[in-house]
């Protein structure tokens, strides 16, 4: 499997990987796109000085922000046309289910800023775009957190693969620590999202 994903991160079809893979994790949290992104940039750190790059790393970090905000727009208009099939669907996942009973009430009271810790903690992207459609919240409010989501997950995950390579000297060791990074950061969006609100709710 390493073989197969070192292969992969050092092909030009890594792009189109990450993109599919970030596209579709709003509807499949269990895609591990955060990992892959992690993977490809410390590819491109080990890369460093090669002449033939693969992959790039500013074209990696547009592809995996711009598909961030590609996937949350898709799920966000299903979820305003949808009706009883996805609520359906949504109850068939146990951890959309889990996620949105311990999400909805605190996206509610966070308003825009809290779009943005959602997209780092686990399934939070899924049941912020999917509740923004469903309660039909207006594509001018939700789109320009969404935009600022993918952003800032993206040069987060981006930066982890580099820099740990960098510094740590071998891709597998920067992954290795990167990836941890990764779901520390998830934990900590996950508590940030369900601890009580000290203040009247905002919009």
Do not use: C, H, N
């Not at 499997?1 to 579709?24: D, F, K, N, Q």
């Not at 992959?55 to 949350?72: F, K, M």
């Not at 909805?104 to 939070?124: H, K, N």
Request: hydrophobic content about 55%.
């Amino acid at each position: 499997m390493l073989e197969t994903l070192g292969s992969l991160t050092a092909s030009p079809w890594i792009y189109a990987a990450v993109a599919v893979s970030v596209l579709l994790d709003v509807f499949l949290p269990v895609l591990p796109s955060g990992v892959l992104v992690i993977s490809a940039a410390a590819a491109a750190a080990a890369a460093t000085g090669s002449p033939a790059q693969v992959p790039d790393i500013r074209l990696l970090l547009v592809i995996a922000a711009t598909s961030s905000v590609l996937g949350d727009m898709a799920a966000y208009r299903l979820a305003r046309r949808g009706g009883a099939r996805l609520d359906r669907a949504v109850a068939r996942s146990r951890r959309l289910t889990r996620a949105q009973d311990r999400l909805g009430t605190a996206l509610v009271r966070g308003g825009g800023a809290l779009v943005v810790i959602a997209r780092f903690a686990p399934a939070g992207r899924s049941v912020v775009s999917l509740g923004a459609g469903r309660t039909r919240r207006k594509l001018s409010e939700f789109l320009p957190w969404s935009v600022l989501a993918g952003m800032s997950w993206a040069s987060y995950s981006v930066s982890l693969g580099w820099f740990g390579t960098q510094w740590l000297g071998t891709a597998w060791l920067g992954t290795a620590v990167s990836v941890v990074a990764l779901f520390a950061a998830g934990s900590l969006a996950a508590y940030l999202v369900r601890r009580p609100s000290p203040g009247p709710a905002t919009a």
